[in-house]
């Protein structure tokens, strides 16, 4: 949110919502709404963000294409109703 803050080398879990103004330091992981700290990260874990962000950005593709252009068809259907004066 406005005026938060989630530093390099840290982990904000998906779907976790930061509070405004809140700080999320290098080194920890975070999750949850609102997000809350979990536990320091291992060195191996920080080696491995750099990977895991590269997958999750591929995994986020993927899902892009196959669901964003169904994504708002229901409110082409709401116009289609619209002029066509279906009220159902």
Request: hydrophobic share 40%; aromatic share 6%; charged share 25%.
């Amino acid at each position: 949110m406005e005026g938060s803050l989630v530093e390099t080398h840290s982990i904000l879990e998906a779907g976790s919502v930061v509070p405004p103004g809140r700080r999320i330091p290098s080194g920890e992981l975070w999750a949850g709404n609102p997000a809350k700290f979990v536990r320091a990260l291992t060195h191996e874990e920080t080696l491995e963000i750099p990977k895991l962000a590269v997958a999750i950005n591929d995994l986020s593709r993927s899902y892009c294409s196959e669901f964003l252009p169904y994504s708002t068809v229901y409110l082409e259907v709401e116009k289609l109703k619209k002029s066509l004066g279906i009220s159902i």
